[in-house]
């Protein structure tokens, strides 16, 4: 991992990162307790009425059976709708069921990334006893003391709930230092790792709150890094801050030429109908 992604300002991207296409992580903020409460309740109504028509179902297909069939049918029934159901949903839709899937909602890990079957199954286990057993309160209560939200059944998973549905807001682009134009124009510049384009844009976004010191520590581990896919250096004496603003305006500026030199082409090449 690299140096700067290491520090608690910036965010560590991994595979299970929402990245932009301007290698922008997108942290996606936890549901909040309205919302949760609306899209479980939208949850346990779908339920309810899934296990009356099984039961209706399974009581109409044992009614002349004896009873030992019919108990066996019971505890089925309930396993198959508290458990197996919610489970498989929230496994293959990647962390939605009905309820959040209508309020824009998701279950990802505590990590950001996505649940498995084992998180699905444990948040449906305990969410048996917290949600239907005590008829909600232990979740409620767990949801309000929690800063991200979290019921029992989250606690005990390793997950939590976060809002997919929000606007993306991007930084304000890093302009060219007006010293260092004529630099970066005609430098050499290779296109950055993802990690490291990351961590560049938020060290210039976050720079005027950082601590002198730790800014400074922190700018100059980044130029280090950068200065592999760059040549020639800047002109001396170029604070750190400069020379990856310099960097960064310059890649996109040579990307959207590169971009709006393919659209050109393939204009050409198209034929018109």
């Known amino acids: 991992m690299l140096a700067a992604m290491s520090d608690p300002t910036f965010a560590s991207v991994t595979a299970d990162d929402h990245v932009t296409g301007e290698a922008v992580a997108l942290d996606l903020p936890p549901a909040s307790l309205g919302a949760r409460m609306a899209s479980g309740l939208v ?18 297909a044992t009614g002349r059976s004896d009873a030992a069939l019919a108990h066996v049918a019971v505890i089925g029934t309930l396993i198959a709708v508290f458990l197996v159901l919610p489970t498989t949903v929230e496994t293959l839709t990647g962390g939605r069921s009905l309820g959040k899937l209508a309020m824009g909602l998701r ?25 239907y057993a005590f008829a909600g309160a232990p979740a409620f209560f767990a949801a309000m003391l929690s800063a991200k939200g979290k019921r029992l059944g989250d606690y005990a998973a390793g997950t939590y709930v976060v809002r997919s549905r929000v606007r993306l807001q991007l930084p304000a682009p890093a302009t060219m230092p007006p010293g260092l134009t004529a630099w970066a124009r005609t430098a050499d510049m290779a296109a950055l790792p993802t990690g490291l384009a990351l961590a560049v844009r938020q060290y210039l976004g976050r720079q005027a709150t950082l601590d002198p010191g730790h800014r400074d520590e922190l700018g100059l581990r980044l130029a280090e890094q950068v200065a592999t896919y760059v040549a020639p250096p800047p002109p001396p004496g170029t604070p750190p801050h400069d020379y990856l603003a310099a960097v960064i305006s310059s890649r996109r500026e040579r990307d959207l030429a590169r971009l709006r030199r393919d659209a050109a082409l393939r204009e050409r090449l198209t034929p018109r109908r």
Do not use: K
Request: hydrophobic letters at 60%; a negative charge; charged letters at 15%.
């Open 107 to 131: 279950t990802v890990r505590d990590d950001a990334g996505p649940i498995s079957a084992q998180h699905a199954f444990v948040r449906s286990l305990i969410g048996f006893v917290e949600i």
């Open 43 to 60: 949850d346990v109504l779908l339920t309810v009425l899934v296990l009356v028509a099984t039961a209706f179902v399974l009581g109409t």
